[in-house]
């Protein structure tokens, strides 16, 4: 167990050095705390949610380690336990300990039974009556078999005879400043690598349950003689090992890329594959610390078999979508030899990965079905996980980020965009060429879309869940920077009326002048001084600071004074405040629809009595001299409906361009959060956050619909970050009113008129994809209908989303 690997900016990921060491132990040692850590026995595992609601295991149990170089006995030992809460004269419950350790090994505990659970666990090496705290307790290695008496983590310092300690949970007794993190019923706390630093917080993290005895299979190959399994024994030919949770023993490999900051390990790789193309020949191993090897050791590895799964916030080992890494942990590593010839790596090129990038299962688990490395990309991938591969030539499809990150694609003519990218044609349709390349010691390359990686760039397969699976790369190709230019549009005439969408990314006073500015020109040079822009997460006065404020004039008025002074005209602006903490978004912010309007061209028409409370009140569609209006302007559109809980309330407004009139609807339906992760092992992933988006779909379509009722020929224009794609049913129930399509169109999604291989607003881990529109009702006439990429497809944004524009005759 250790900490999440979700991301290059959580791995911190490690430069390539090395110490040369002829062995090395990684132990798991704890004593008292702020004692000096043990070198021999330690608590290495505790779970006690056995038997419990939702619990696998009947039993609770308490797993030691052995880190030193002999077996020691147990006599005279014991496990006790403290609840996490003692009173003043609290007594601790006492297990005597029989049996001995041998060096290197765990030793199980069975403890207590619940009610439930079904799996009785593998055959302890010793057994106990103790009843644990399912998510708060104290738990000690005793060298004595009296209870003990102290209550306070400075009074158990104390006492000599405890040799290690570990509190969990709410725990009043722990090591160190911090208790380990709290289990439940379906997890347990694991030490980190076997590193002890008397830090219960750190040394420990959260994971599935892995009660592991001492005799479990695996072992053998004392010395420095390999043991009986292979690392393609461990890999095996399913997604998760066959060997997940079991001690294995003197696994041979040659050390070929380390990591030594985040989670610090090191990768290595048998240099004599089996003929199995589902079979893994490489591992990573967890240390804990930074490892004391060096690229080209020939290793032997002692360990447990983990799979690990970074989780997310509220995820659990069950209910996660990420796919797992395959990892030995609490290692301890020989160096057998040193200055190995590193195994070739795999060259993946235009045919190497299958055209397919996830297998239709119905939502089912991948990790239920055999690796299959012609199924598809994750398939493939899984089949070569740790192990050195290499990529020739490639094309950047998704910008450097800060994290060392930029995604390429291995198949260049696989889903082209115009500039260079590589889209999204439909759902569940991945590109399967895209691979995210991950510098291993953060280096930032400032690569572009449409730039090259020249030569080869080589590493190893991890897997991460923004992109799924990636190459860690220790050597990286020669960048080739071809200068993608950004999008100018084409201004309209005169007689047009222009209307801009901009997702401006939670802009808020305290955004630096730059942002600002950067804006501004977007605005005046690229998107060609819009009449109306539609702006969408526009923060309040405080931005993300939670203290009631809803007001935004100072964030609107430092936007319109930055155009100003870049030589825009002074746009004015309407909209309404949404009600405190209820849009949804960054916490505080209060993000808000909001029209910016040249007053030199467009006329706002205001309607509704000042005293009407509008973010509350909806508007509504009337008639007025033969024509469609609106009862607010500006206003909202069913602002106290259920399907804008946590989201961003629709904002109307009527406007008069040379006489005629024009109603705007601006939006920014509810974010894709909670959705399963794509990359991940339930495929294809359920979008759950889609029927939220569906139903805000209907309600603008049905406003939409009114207006259209109240006068067939109303020129209407429907704008914003709709967090979904052309293809969508989302976009279809907003167009047509039905999830299917069937409907009568009411409405023309302009992002379909463009070339195919020009639909796209947003970059989202190296995919070019839809998320924001512009759509026109039938009368609308003399369009012409603009993308505007600035910002996604360049690692320096000035926000996440391209701008779009639209040039109409009302």
């Given at each position: 167990?250790?900490?999440?690997?979700?991301?290059?900016r959580?791995?911190?990921?490690a430069?390539?050095?090395?110490?040369?060491?002829?062995?090395?132990?990684?132990?798991?040692?704890?004593?008292?705390?702020g004692?000096?850590?043990?070198?021999?026995l330690?608590?290495?595992?505790v779970?006690?949610?056995?038997?419990?609601?939702?619990?696998?295991?009947?039993?609770?149990?308490?797993?030691?380690?052995?880190a030193g170089?002999?077996?020691?006995?147990?006599?005279?030992?014991?496990?006790?336990?403290?609840?996490?809460?003692?009173?003043?004269?609290?007594?601790w419950?006492?297990?005597?300990?029989?049996?001995?350790?041998?060096?290197?090994?765990?030793?199980?505990?069975?403890?207590?039974?619940g009610s439930?659970g079904t799996?009785?666990?593998?055959t302890?090496?010793?057994?106990?009556?103790?009843?644990?705290?399912?998510?708060?307790?104290t738990v000690?290695?005793?060298?004595?078999?009296?209870a003990?008496t102290?209550?306070?983590?400075?009074?158990?310092?104390?006492?000599?005879?405890?040799?290690?300690?570990v509190?969990?949970?709410?725990?009043?007794?722990?090591?160190?400043?911090?208790?380990?993190?709290?289990?439940?019923?379906t997890?347990?706390?694991?030490?980190?690598?076997?590193?002890?630093?008397d830090?219960?917080?750190?040394?420990?993290?959260?994971?599935?349950?892995s009660?592991?005895?001492?005799?479990?299979?695996?072992?053998?190959?004392?010395?420095?003689?390999?043991?009986?399994?292979?690392?393609h024994?461990i890999?095996?030919?399913?997604?998760?090992?066959?060997?997940?949770?079991?001690?294995?023993?003197?696994?041979?490999?040659?050390v070929?890329?380390?990591?030594?900051?985040?989670?610090?390990g090191f990768?290595?790789?048998d240099?004599?594959?089996?003929a199995?193309?589902?079979t893994s020949?490489?591992i990573?191993?967890?240390?804990?610390?930074t490892?004391?090897?060096?690229?080209?050791?020939?290793?032997l590895?002692?360990?447990?078999?983990?799979?690990?799964?970074?989780?997310g916030?509220?995820?659990?080992?069950?209910?996660?979508?990420s796919?797992?890494?395959?990892?030995l942990?609490?290692?301890?590593?020989t160096?057998?030899a040193?200055?190995?010839?590193l195994p070739?790596?795999?060259?993946?090129?235009p045919?190497?990965?299958?055209?397919?990038?996830?297998?239709?299962?119905?939502?089912?688990?991948?990790e239920?079905?055999?690796?299959?490395?012609?199924?598809?990309?994750?398939?493939y991938?899984?089949?070569v996980?740790?192990?050195?591969?290499e990529?020739d030539?490639?094309?950047?499809?998704?910008?450097?980020?800060?994290?060392?990150?930029?995604?390429?694609?291995?198949?260049?003519?696989q889903?082209?965009?115009?500039?260079g990218?590589?889209?999204?044609?439909g759902?569940?349709?991945?590109p399967?060429g895209?691979?995210?390349?991950a510098?291993?010691d953060?280096?930032?390359?400032?690569?572009?879309?449409?730039?090259?990686?020249?030569?080869a760039?080589t590493g190893?397969?991890d897997?991460?869940?923004y992109?799924?699976?990636?190459?860690?790369a220790?050597?990286?190709g020669?960048p080739?920077?071809?200068?993608?230019?950004?999008?100018?549009?084409?201004?309209?005439?005169?007689?047009?009326?222009?209307?801009?969408?901009?997702?401006?990314?939670?802009l808020a006073?305290?955004d630096?002048?730059?942002?600002?500015t950067?804006?501004a020109?977007?605005?005046?040079?690229?998107?060609?001084?819009p009449?109306?822009?539609?702006?969408?997460?526009?923060?309040?006065?405080?931005?993300?600071?939670?203290d009631?404020?809803v007001?935004?004039?100072?964030?609107?008025t430092?936007?319109?004074?930055a155009?100003?002074a870049a030589?825009g005209?002074?746009?004015?602006?309407?909209l309404?405040?949404?009600?405190?903490?209820q849009?949804?978004?960054?916490?505080?912010?209060?993000?808000?629809n909001?029209?910016?309007?040249?007053?030199?061209?467009?006329t706002?028409?205001?309607r509704?009595?000042?005293?009407?409370?509008?973010?509350?009140t909806?508007?509504?569609?009337?008639?007025?001299?033969?024509?469609?209006a609106?009862?607010?302007?500006?206003?909202?559109?069913?602002?106290?409906?259920?399907?804008?809980?946590s989201?961003?309330k629709?904002?109307?407004?009527?406007?008069r361009?040379?006489?005629?009139?024009?109603?705007?609807?601006?939006n920014?339906?509810?974010?894709?959060?909670?959705d399963?992760?794509?990359?991940?092992?339930?495929?294809?992933?359920?979008?759950?956050?889609?029927?939220?988006?569906?139903?805000?779909?209907?309600?603008?379509?049905?406003?939409?619909?009114?207006?259209?009722?109240?006068?067939?020929?109303?020129?209407?224009?429907?704008?914003?970050?709709?967090?979904?794609?052309?293809?969508s049913?989302?976009?279809?129930?907003?167009r047509?009113?039905?999830?299917?399509?069937?409907?009568?169109?009411i409405?023309?999604?302009?992002?379909?008129?463009l070339?195919?291989?020009?639909?796209?607003t947003?970059v989202y881990?190296?995919?070019?994809?839809?998320l924001?529109?512009?759509?026109?009702?039938?009368?609308?006439?003399?369009?012409?209908?603009q993308?505007?990429?600035?910002?996604?497809?360049?690692n320096?944004?000035?926000?996440?989303?391209?701008?779009?524009?639209?040039?109409?005759r009302?």
């Open positions: 167990m250790h900490p999440s690997l979700t991301r290059s959580l791995r911190a990921a430069a390539l050095v090395g110490v040369a060491a002829a062995t090395l132990g990684v132990t798991a040692a704890q004593t008292p705390a004692a000096a850590p043990s070198t021999t330690v608590v290495n595992e779970y006690g949610g056995g038997g419990n609601t939702g619990a696998t295991l009947k039993n609770d149990f308490v797993e030691l380690y052995n170089t002999g077996a020691v006995s147990l006599s005279g030992y014991s496990v006790q336990y403290l609840t996490g809460s003692p009173t003043a004269t609290a007594k419950s006492v297990d005597t300990l029989t049996g001995s350790i041998p060096a290197g090994k765990t030793f199980l505990v069975r403890e207590s039974a439930g799996d009785d666990g593998p302890p090496d010793d057994t106990g009556s103790l009843s644990l705290g399912g998510t708060s307790g000690a290695l005793v060298h004595s078999t009296d003990r102290c209550v306070t983590s400075a009074d158990c310092t104390a006492d000599t005879a405890i040799t290690d300690l509190g969990y949970g709410t725990a009043t007794v722990h090591e160190g400043t911090a208790d380990a993190p709290a289990p439940s019923n997890t347990s706390v694991s030490r980190t690598g076997g590193k002890d630093t830090q219960n917080g750190p040394d420990f993290t959260v994971g599935a349950p009660p592991t005895p001492s005799g479990t299979t695996g072992g053998g190959g004392g010395g420095t003689e390999p043991g009986p399994l292979a690392i024994d890999q095996g030919t399913s997604f998760v090992s066959p060997q997940n949770g079991n001690s294995v023993s003197n696994v041979a490999g040659v070929t890329t380390l990591r030594t900051s985040g989670s610090k990768w290595m790789q240099p004599k594959p089996d199995n193309p589902a020949e490489g990573f191993v967890y240390t804990g610390s490892p004391a090897v060096k690229v080209g050791d020939s290793v590895v002692s360990g447990k078999v983990s799979d690990y799964y970074a989780l916030s509220g995820e659990t080992l069950s209910s996660t979508s796919l797992s890494v395959t990892e942990t609490a290692p301890t590593v160096v057998v040193s200055g190995a010839a070739a790596p795999v060259v993946i090129g045919n190497t990965v299958p055209d397919t990038y996830a297998p239709d299962l119905g939502n089912g688990n991948i239920k079905t055999p690796i299959t490395p012609t199924r598809s990309a994750l398939d991938y899984e089949s996980e740790g192990m050195r591969v990529v030539d490639v094309r950047v499809v998704g910008p450097s980020n800060s994290y060392g990150e930029q995604y390429v694609t291995t198949k260049p003519t889903a082209a965009t115009y500039r990218g590589t889209e999204l044609l759902e569940n349709r991945t399967s895209r691979l995210e390349v510098t291993l953060g280096t930032t390359l400032g690569l572009d879309v449409g730039d090259v990686l020249t030569g760039t190893v397969i897997w991460s869940t992109g799924g699976y990636v190459l860690d220790s050597t990286v020669t080739q920077h071809n200068h993608l230019a950004p999008v100018t549009a084409k201004a309209g005439s005169k007689k047009q009326l222009s209307i801009a969408t901009y997702n401006v990314e939670n006073p305290g630096s002048a730059d942002k600002f950067a804006l020109k977007g605005v005046i040079t690229n998107l060609a001084t009449d109306i822009v539609a702006l969408e997460e526009i923060q309040d006065n405080d931005g993300a600071t939670d009631g404020t007001a935004a004039d100072t964030t609107i430092k936007l319109t004074n155009i100003v030589g005209p002074h746009y004015d602006y309407r309404v405040d949404p009600v405190n903490d849009d949804g978004g960054q916490p505080g912010g209060n993000i808000r909001v029209f910016l309007y040249n007053p030199a061209r467009v706002f028409v205001d509704g009595a000042p005293s009407v409370d509008r973010s509350v909806g508007t509504q569609v009337t008639k007025t001299k033969g024509a469609a609106l009862t607010l302007s500006p206003g909202r559109i069913d602002p106290t409906n259920p399907v804008w809980t989201s961003r629709p904002l109307a407004g009527e406007f361009f040379q006489g005629k009139p024009v109603i705007v609807v601006a920014h339906f509810d974010a894709k959060l909670g399963q992760n794509s990359d991940g092992r339930f495929q294809y992933a359920q979008q759950s956050s889609q029927t939220q988006r569906a139903g805000q779909a209907l309600v603008v379509h049905d406003f939409v619909a009114k207006i259209l009722a109240a006068q067939k020929s109303a020129d209407v224009v429907v704008v914003g970050d709709l967090n979904d794609y052309q293809f049913s989302p976009l279809a129930v907003l047509t009113g039905s999830a299917d399509g069937s409907g009568t169109p409405l023309t999604d302009l992002i379909t008129t070339p195919v291989d020009q639909q796209y947003y881990n190296g995919v070019s994809q839809v924001d529109h512009i759509l026109v009702t039938p009368k609308v006439r003399g369009v012409t209908y993308v505007v990429h600035v910002n996604a497809e360049f320096g944004q000035t926000s996440d989303h391209d701008p779009q524009v639209v040039d109409i009302p």
